[in-house]
């Protein structure tokens, strides 16, 4: 099989299996090569609906998640996107695919230099890749869109925060077994809105909030 033809048994058989009915993401996920953002050794799962192993620990998003992720946000090329985790830039990629600049935050510098490489070999601009831990994250910038790529164990609204009116944010939050992938938008400048997406399972955030223990 080509790898044209994987990757479109993977949109047809994976992602718009799981209602991902936009053809604007439809064709971002056949435009962004997602082989060039996977390691030598493991390029034959490149297609697969599975979390791809990546240095520092790390996975990459199983691309059915993608692709709703993607299809929540609707962007129309006019956002700017904040994206916290960057991993090999294949989120990333995709955002910018959509929207009109990216800034990604890394908290491993190893990543963070992948993603580089990885978005620069398809000569894309106004992507920014930082090394910077998003639990810190006290900028004072707004987002059109912002994309959290692994979970929050529990409800987090700094990200929201950082919303423009009108804004949305694609967060996972909750712990195994199961976990609650939700859009936020930011209606107002106090106050947001909440849509519950799906159930899935991500790896989470490192630093993030955790649910506090029982006291005896």
Do not use: K
Not at 122 to 148: C, M, N, P
Not at 196 to 212: G, Y
Request: hydrophobic share 45%; net charge negative.
């Amino acid at each position: 099989m080509s790898t044209v033809q994987a990757r479109e048994q993977m949109i047809e058989q994976q992602v718009r299996a799981w209602d991902v009915l936009d053809a604007r993401v439809l064709e971002t996920l056949r435009n962004v090569p997602r082989e060039a953002f996977v390691a030598p050794q493991h390029r034959f799962l490149a297609f697969a609906d599975m979390e791809i192993p990546l240095p520092c620990g790390q996975r990459m998003l199983r691309p059915s998640v993608v692709g709703r992720l993607l299809q929540a946000l609707a962007l129309t090329g006019n956002e700017r996107v904040l994206e916290v985790g960057a991993g090999s830039g294949f989120v990333t990629a995709c955002l910018r695919a959509g929207g009109a600049s990216v800034r990604s935050l890394e908290i491993f510098p190893e990543l963070a230099e992948l993603a580089s490489r990885n978005v620069a070999s398809l000569g894309l601009r106004d992507v920014e890749i930082v090394t910077e831990d998003a639990a810190q994250l006290d900028s004072d910038a707004r987002y059109e869109a912002i994309a959290v790529t692994a979970s929050l164990p529990v409800a987090d609204e700094r990200f929201q925060r950082h919303l423009a009116v009108g804004g949305r944010l694609f967060v996972v939050v909750g712990e195994p077994p199961v976990m609650e992938a939700r859009l936020i938008r930011r209606i107002t400048e106090d106050a947001w809105g909440m849509e519950s997406l799906f159930e899935t399972v991500i790896d989470p955030l490192v630093h993030a909030t955790r649910p506090q223990g029982f006291v005896f």
